[in-house]
């Protein structure tokens, strides 16, 4: 046995024999954020299979994922390597460590502006919003993010380790750190972090920026180093005070494929129903599959989001390229209720 699992790992390449190591780490990750979540909520009374939770797990976790990696590496990244990969090797002699930092702090600096020009960008933002669509965020909601986005943000990330003739184990070593990053700005934990947060970011902020609150529509898009967000004046974080509701202010599908279809063109569900029997029927049965799921795992019966107190104020103001309904009301009063501590304080 000892002498198989000896040849195995003989066998793989750098790559392969870095993957074997930073897999339990990820896993070991996800239990220490499940445990801290139950622990130190953030939020009480979120469940483990909270709405959308078979979503982010099967859909976007493991199928999307899938798939995108065989897309980006085999068909984007592999392709310009074998035409440019023999140009550059700006980085090749630095170490490991050296290399993997400088792509963490400048994928870093571009996504911090890839995401706030997204949302201000009407287009942009339909390739975003599915990320902002739950309304329970906790450590598995940042898989949520559209097709289109994670092709243009992975290639703009992996592309250039290769391209700079990067040593090849820098690639899972950074993805091992994206994912554990961004579970752990999602997760349900109660963080203080003091003036830490300044530089690193975590839960306190980015549960706000996914907030369905006025105040944070353009603000805290830092996704590892909050020192952008207050370099830049976007920063937002009350003391004190959390918010009263996640997720869009306008109606969004909750099925992988109508999100992404949502994304190009909107349209009503109910009237869409009335229209397609090919439709009604795909709804049917997923409809009797999530019936069944909550029949039988009693946790998944709760999903309806957290409790919002009696008389809460909603803020309804528009998303860009949303669509809430024109009735409803705005109301800044949750902006009033505390001042933002920001960069110029």
Same mark, same amino acid.
């Given at each position: 046995?000892?002498?198989?699992?000896? *040849?195995?790992?003989?066998?793989?390449?750098?790559?392969?024999?870095?993957?074997?190591?930073?897999?339990?780490?990820?896993?070991?990750?996800?239990?220490?954020?499940?445990?801290?979540?139950?622990?130190?909520?953030?939020?009480?009374?979120?469940?483990?299979?909270?709405?959308?939770?078979?979503?982010?797990?099967?859909?976007?976790?493991?199928?999307? *994922?899938?798939?995108?990696?065989?897309?980006?590496? $085999?068909?984007?990244?592999?392709?310009?390597? &074998?035409?440019?990969?023999?140009?550059?090797?700006?980085? *090749?002699?630095?170490?490991?460590?050296?290399?993997?930092?400088?792509?963490?702090?400048?994928?870093?600096?571009?996504?911090?502006?890839?995401?706030?020009?997204?949302?201000?960008?009407?287009?942009?933002?339909?390739?975003?919003?599915?990320?902002? *669509?739950? &309304?329970?965020?906790?450590?598995?909601?940042?898989?949520?993010?559209?097709?289109?986005?994670?092709?243009?943000?992975?290639?703009?990330?992996?592309?250039?380790?290769?391209?700079?003739?990067?040593?090849?184990?820098?690639?899972?070593?950074?993805?091992?750190? =994206?994912?554990?990053?961004?579970?752990?700005?999602?997760?349900?934990?109660?963080?203080?972090?003091? &003036?830490?947060?300044?530089?690193?970011?975590?839960?306190?902020?980015?549960?706000?920026?996914?907030?369905?609150?006025?105040?944070?529509?353009?603000?805290?898009?830092?996704?590892?180093?909050?020192?952008? =967000?207050?370099?830049?004046?976007?920063?937002?974080?009350?003391?004190?005070?959390?918010?009263?509701?996640?997720?869009?202010? @306008?109606?969004?599908?909750?099925?992988?494929?109508?999100?992404? !279809?949502?994304?190009?063109?909107?349209? =009503?569900? $109910?009237?869409?129903?009335?229209?397609?029997?090919?439709?009604?029927? @795909?709804?049917?049965?997923?409809?009797?599959?999530?019936?069944?799921?909550?029949?039988?795992?009693?946790?998944?019966?709760?999903?309806?989001?957290?409790?919002?107190?009696? +008389?809460?104020?909603?803020?309804?103001?528009?998303?860009?390229? +949303?669509?809430?309904?024109?009735? !409803?009301?705005?109301?800044?009063?949750?902006?009033?209720?505390?001042?933002?501590?920001? !960069?110029?304080?």
């Amino acid at each position: 046995m000892l002498e198989t699992l000896s *040849s195995f790992y003989d066998g793989l390449n750098p790559v392969g024999r870095t993957t074997l190591i930073t897999t339990p780490i990820l896993l070991l990750a996800v239990v220490v954020l499940l445990v801290l979540e139950r622990k130190y909520p953030y939020r009480k009374g979120l469940p483990f299979f909270r709405e959308g939770l078979f979503l982010d797990l099967f859909w976007y976790t493991l199928v999307q *994922s899938y798939f995108l990696q065989i897309l980006i590496f $085999g068909f984007i990244i592999a392709p310009l390597a &074998k035409h440019f990969g023999a140009q550059f090797h700006w980085v *090749s002699d630095w170490p490991v460590a050296a290399q993997v930092g400088f792509f963490v702090v400048t994928h870093d600096f571009y996504i911090y502006w890839f995401h706030r020009f997204q949302h201000n960008s009407a287009f942009f933002w339909r390739t975003h919003e599915a990320h902002h *669509s739950g &309304k329970q965020v906790d450590w598995l909601a940042g898989s949520r993010s559209h097709a289109v986005e994670i092709i243009i943000n992975q290639t703009i990330e992996f592309a250039p380790i290769i391209l700079l003739g990067a040593n090849p184990i820098v690639v899972p070593i950074k993805a091992l750190i =994206d994912a554990v990053w961004g579970m752990y700005i999602h997760a349900n934990v109660d963080v203080k972090s003091g &003036k830490l947060q300044y530089v690193i970011n975590g839960p306190e902020m980015h549960l706000w920026h996914h907030a369905d609150h006025e105040e944070v529509y353009f603000a805290n898009f830092s996704t590892k180093f909050a020192v952008w =967000d207050w370099l830049f004046g976007t920063a937002y974080l009350p003391e004190g005070r959390k918010p009263i509701r996640w997720g869009l202010p @306008y109606a969004f599908p909750k099925d992988y494929f109508l999100q992404h !279809a949502f994304s190009v063109r909107r349209f =009503d569900e $109910g009237a869409l129903a009335e229209k397609s029997a090919l439709f009604r029927h @795909y709804h049917g049965v997923r409809f009797r599959l999530l019936n069944w799921v909550g029949q039988h795992v009693p946790a998944a019966q709760v999903l309806q989001g957290w409790n919002v107190p009696d +008389g809460a104020p909603e803020t309804v103001a528009h998303r860009p390229g +949303g669509n809430p309904s024109p009735a !409803a009301p705005v109301i800044p009063a949750a902006a009033e209720s505390s001042c933002p501590v920001n !960069a110029h304080s």
